[in-house]
């Protein structure tokens, strides 16, 4: 192959469009690159190592790769054709079927001596091996873009016709142009009704004329210079990072630690070609409203970027805007945005001193008109089996019954309100600020303000214990009742949250139990749910629902675990299904069983046990020592009565890791039983005796974890 058909050049593929959908628009530039690279690189026309590097605005995606080859090198070929005694006639000559498939793959002029044959283990099949020459750029460039087109992870497809007024096409926005350049050479290529060219589109508002591309090594810097157009989505995030930090820096303020805040930097970089941060700020009035509103309003409504205190974390009457224009002088821009967020701040304080003229505790009855689910009854029906669960778990755990009893009856109050309507996401929120007007009690008012989050992340003490009945409350009740009218979640589709609710109230346990609250209750999880479920209507919930919620809970709680540790540990000890607040401790047990050096052999004989008394548990009896016969049997059963008690009473209390170093004494006598002692003797007594004395060993030794499982 000569050495311009080697020729290696770099490669530019744009499509411009209409504004694409900002939150998916960094996934879609990067799948638009990985799959034309895929095609390319499938081709033999660019190497393991070539740079790729993607680029993603509002109104365009594109890839320029560094190195691509005009055409690969010849690529040797394996032809599977078909079976020898079909293409081979009787006289040994090329059969009409051979000559029929050999030329619709292009190989018309091979002649047998040309074909191998290979066996397949069954028959002997003949086979057309050789060079096939390398693939042209040319002619895979449109593939290629088709590939990647048709491959974006596009959050929804609009279709719009093209401008012969006759086809239309589908695609994540109507698309108005293409850039295809390798090197300073522009390669023919179609899609989505559009010809392949050298020119490109500036900044909507700050260039005047379309931009023609010198070369495909050209674009960045002719968009970002003559087009004021900064393309790499990378580059236009960290430079709105540090205009961010830079105008916090100038103002002594912050914009947050919440989460809210990156994932509000990506929405805006992929709203800006050419960002510019400008500062706005609103009458300090507005601050009487509760800061989550404003803040909510800011972020949600207008992508501005809220300012903060740095000390006390404050919201200030500050914020930033990131503009898609850079002026000389902003004044207008800021004045427009300051006049944009005006209204807005004026409803969310409209709202806030509206809903507070009601008492919330007046607005429960009013929930009987909003439906929970059609199956479950209304908002006012779901309070009261709160409130019964509420009281329930205060009982049980030693809190004040009335109190948890209100925080009950005021957690869905402020639906109905006009700031929760406005904002959804401000639910549980606007009930604490509205409660605490009312002059409820501060731990009702903390039950309110917590009971949607994910999950209880600190020990539970005297003043969150109130919103941890309520969190416990509200979670039992609707993994019982929705996973018992049939919406159990399925593959990822879980529309109710019941994973995140089995994790939250598996998280409520916990922290009980680190702050102590199970010293002196016996809070059990089946009791929970059986109680959850016997405060809906009779026929509603489906059979089976509290072992299927168990199983549920104990799952999601093995899949967390699994992540800490080794996986045979943690389905030794939830294969039980023990009491939540012990998992934790039974593990830490097992761990520390495990690094015994009698934990192999004692595991082990658990599992051998298991199986014999899985294999006969009908012929199980009542222990005889009268039946032993061998010193071996006796002395194992004389270990037991003496380690069993000891690990019993260290169970009991609490002390796991104790009781498995009790009964790892018992590893000798064990292994002498199974050395000198054939369990199933001819004589039925005396085998049935023998398999009793090992269900009286299993059961002493399975009681933390089930031993067999770390064998």
């Given at each position: 192959?000569?050495?311009?058909?080697?020729?290696?050049?770099?490669l530019?593929?744009?499509?411009q469009?209409?504004?694409l959908?900002p939150?998916?628009?960094?996934?879609?530039?990067?799948a638009?690159a990985e799959?034309?690279?895929?095609v390319?690189?499938?081709?033999h026309?660019?190497?393991?190592?070539?740079?790729?590097?993607e680029?993603?605005?509002?109104?365009?995606?594109?890839?320029?790769?560094?190195?691509v080859?005009?055409?690969?090198?010849d690529?040797?070929?394996s032809?599977?054709l078909?079976?020898a005694?079909?293409?081979i006639?009787?006289?040994?000559n090329m059969?009409?079927?051979l000559?029929?498939?050999?030329?619709?793959k292009?190989?018309?002029?091979?002649?047998?001596?040309?074909l191998?044959?290979?066996?397949?283990?069954?028959?002997?099949?003949?086979y057309?091996?050789g060079m096939?020459?390398?693939?042209?750029?040319v002619?895979?460039?449109?593939?290629?873009i088709?590939y990647?087109?048709t491959?974006?992870?596009?959050?929804?497809?609009?279709?719009?016709?093209?401008?012969?007024?006759?086809t239309?096409?589908?695609?994540?926005?109507?698309?108005?142009?293409?850039?295809?350049l390798?090197?300073?050479e522009?390669?023919p290529?179609?899609?989505?009704?559009?010809?392949s060219?050298?020119?490109?589109?500036?900044h909507?508002f700050?260039?005047?004329a379309?931009?023609?591309?010198?070369?495909?090594?050209?674009?960045?810097?002719?968009?970002?210079?003559?087009?004021?157009v900064?393309p790499s989505?990378?580059?236009?995030?960290?430079?709105?990072?540090q205009?961010?930090?830079?105008?916090?820096?100038?103002?002594?303020?912050s914009?947050?630690?919440?989460?809210?805040v990156?994932?509000?930097?990506?929405?805006?970089?992929?709203l800006?070609?050419?960002?510019?941060?400008?500062?706005?700020?609103?009458d300090?009035?507005?601050?009487?409203v509760?800061?989550?509103?404003?803040?909510?309003?800011?972020?949600l409504?207008?992508?501005y970027?809220?300012?903060?205190d740095?000390?006390?974390?404050?919201?200030?009457?500050q914020?930033?805007?990131?503009?898609?224009?850079h002026v000389s002088?902003?004044?207008?821009?800021?004045?427009?945005?300051?006049?944009v967020?005006?209204?807005?701040?004026?409803?969310?304080?409209?709202?806030?001193?509206?809903?507070?003229?009601q008492?919330?505790?007046?607005?429960?009855?009013?929930?009987?008109?909003?439906?929970?689910?059609?199956?479950?009854?209304?908002?006012?029906?779901?309070?009261?089996?709160?409130?019964?669960?509420?009281?329930?778990?205060?009982?049980?755990?030693g809190a004040?019954?009335?109190?948890?009893?209100?925080?009950?009856?005021?957690a869905?109050?402020?639906?109905n309100?006009?700031m929760?309507?406005?904002?959804?996401?401000?639910?549980?929120?606007?009930?604490?600020?509205y409660?605490?007007?009312?002059?409820e009690?501060?731990?009702?008012?903390?039950?309110?303000?917590?009971?949607?989050?994910?999950?209880?992340?600190?020990?539970?003490?005297?003043?969150s214990?109130?919103?941890?009945?309520?969190?416990?409350?509200?979670?039992?009740?609707t993994?019982?009742?929705?996973w018992?009218?049939g919406?159990?979640?399925?593959g990822?589709?879980?529309?109710?949250?019941?994973?995140?609710a089995?994790?939250?109230?598996?998280?409520?346990f916990?922290?009980l139990?680190k702050?102590g609250y199970f010293?002196?209750?016996?809070?059990?999880?089946?009791?929970?749910?059986?109680?959850?479920a016997?405060?809906?209507?009779?026929?509603?919930?489906?059979?089976?629902?509290?072992?299927?919620?168990?199983?549920f809970?104990?799952e999601?709680?093995?899949?967390q675990?699994?992540q800490?540790?080794?996986?045979?540990?943690?389905?030794?000890?939830?294969?039980?299904?023990?009491?939540?607040?012990?998992?934790?401790?039974r593990?830490?047990?097992?761990?520390?069983?495990?690094?015994?050096p009698e934990?192999?052999s004692?595991?082990?004989?658990?599992?051998?046990?298991?199986n014999?008394?899985?294999?006969?548990?009908?012929a199980?009896?009542?222990?005889?020592?009268?039946?032993?016969?061998e010193?071996?049997?006796k002395?194992?059963?004389?270990t037991?009565?003496?380690?069993?008690?000891?690990?019993q009473?260290q169970?009991?209390?609490?002390?796991?890791s104790?009781?498995?170093?009790?009964?790892?004494?018992?590893?000798?006598?064990?292994?002498?039983?199974?050395?000198?002692?054939?369990v199933?003797?001819?004589d039925?007594?005396?085998?049935?005796?023998?398999?009793?004395?090992?269900?009286?060993?299993?059961?002493?030794?399975?009681?933390?974890a089930?031993?067999s499982l770390?064998?």
């Amino acid at each position: 192959m000569s050495d311009q058909t080697m020729s290696t050049r770099p490669l530019l593929v744009e499509l411009q469009t209409e504004e694409l959908p900002p939150k998916a628009l960094e996934k879609m530039g990067v799948a638009f690159a990985e799959g034309i690279a895929k095609v390319l690189r499938d081709r033999h026309l660019i190497a393991d190592d070539v740079v790729i590097t993607e680029y993603a605005t509002p109104r365009r995606l594109a890839v320029h790769l560094n190195a691509v080859v005009e055409q690969a090198a010849d690529q040797p070929f394996s032809e599977k054709l078909m079976p020898a005694k079909v293409g081979i006639d009787a006289e040994g000559n090329m059969a009409a079927p051979l000559k029929k498939r050999l030329d619709s793959k292009g190989l018309g002029h091979l002649t047998l001596a040309d074909l191998e044959t290979q066996s397949d283990g069954k028959q002997d099949y003949l086979y057309a091996n050789g060079m096939a020459t390398g693939a042209k750029l040319v002619d895979v460039i449109n593939e290629a873009i088709e590939y990647a087109v048709t491959h974006l992870p596009i959050p929804k497809v609009m279709r719009y016709q093209l401008n012969d007024g006759v086809t239309s096409v589908r695609f994540v926005r109507p698309a108005h142009g293409l850039v295809v350049l390798w090197g300073t050479e522009v390669l023919p290529a179609q899609t989505l009704g559009l010809e392949s060219g050298r020119t490109t589109l500036g900044h909507r508002f700050m260039c005047d004329a379309p931009i023609s591309l010198q070369s495909a090594d050209s674009y960045v810097e002719q968009l970002e210079q003559s087009g004021w157009v900064v393309p790499s989505y990378d580059k236009r995030r960290e430079t709105i990072r540090q205009q961010l930090n830079a105008a916090c820096e100038q103002l002594n303020a912050s914009l947050g630690s919440d989460p809210e805040v990156p994932a509000l930097l990506d929405e805006v970089t992929a709203l800006v070609e050419h960002p510019t941060v400008y500062v706005g700020e609103f009458d300090p009035v507005f601050l009487e409203v509760p800061s989550e509103c404003l803040i909510l309003t800011m972020r949600l409504n207008q992508r501005y970027f809220p300012l903060f205190d740095p000390k006390t974390q404050a919201l200030t009457h500050q914020f930033l805007i990131v503009s898609n224009m850079h002026v000389s002088d902003p004044s207008h821009i800021i004045e427009g945005n300051q006049r944009v967020i005006l209204p807005r701040l004026a409803d969310a304080r409209f709202f806030f001193d509206t809903d507070r003229k009601q008492p919330l505790a007046d607005r429960v009855d009013s929930l009987e008109n909003s439906v929970y689910h059609n199956k479950l009854g209304s908002q006012r029906v779901r309070v009261e089996r709160l409130r019964r669960l509420a009281v329930y778990l205060a009982q049980q755990l030693g809190a004040d019954a009335v109190l948890a009893d209100r925080a009950a009856l005021l957690a869905k109050a402020d639906l109905n309100t006009l700031m929760v309507g406005e904002f959804p996401e401000l639910q549980g929120v606007m009930g604490a600020y509205y409660a605490q007007a009312d002059g409820e009690a501060p731990q009702v008012v903390n039950a309110l303000r917590h009971q949607y989050e994910h999950r209880i992340s600190a020990p539970v003490n005297a003043e969150s214990l109130i919103a941890t009945l309520l969190f416990l409350a509200e979670r039992a009740e609707t993994l019982v009742g929705i996973w018992g009218i049939g919406l159990a979640p399925t593959g990822e589709r879980d529309p109710y949250a019941l994973r995140r609710a089995a994790l939250g109230l598996i998280s409520a346990f916990e922290q009980l139990k680190k702050g102590g609250y199970f010293a002196q209750s016996d809070l059990d999880l089946r009791a929970l749910l059986e109680f959850s479920a016997a405060g809906f209507e009779s026929g509603v919930l489906a059979d089976g629902v509290i072992d299927e919620v168990m199983s549920f809970i104990y799952e999601r709680y093995r899949n967390q675990l699994a992540q800490s540790y080794d996986r045979k540990v943690v389905e030794a000890v939830l294969s039980l299904q023990p009491p939540l607040q012990q998992v934790n401790a039974r593990i830490a047990a097992c761990v520390d069983f495990a690094q015994r050096p009698e934990a192999e052999s004692l595991a082990a004989a658990n599992k051998r046990i298991s199986n014999l008394l899985q294999r006969n548990s009908d012929a199980i009896t009542a222990l005889n020592p009268a039946l032993f016969v061998e010193q071996a049997e006796k002395d194992l059963a004389a270990t037991i009565d003496k380690l069993a008690p000891v690990a019993q009473q260290q169970f009991d209390a609490g002390d796991f890791s104790a009781s498995l170093a009790t009964l790892a004494a018992a590893k000798d006598p064990v292994d002498s039983f199974f050395n000198d002692v054939m369990v199933m003797a001819e004589d039925p007594a005396v085998r049935n005796n023998r398999l009793a004395l090992l269900q009286q060993l299993h059961q002493s030794m399975n009681q933390v974890a089930d031993l067999s499982l770390l064998a």
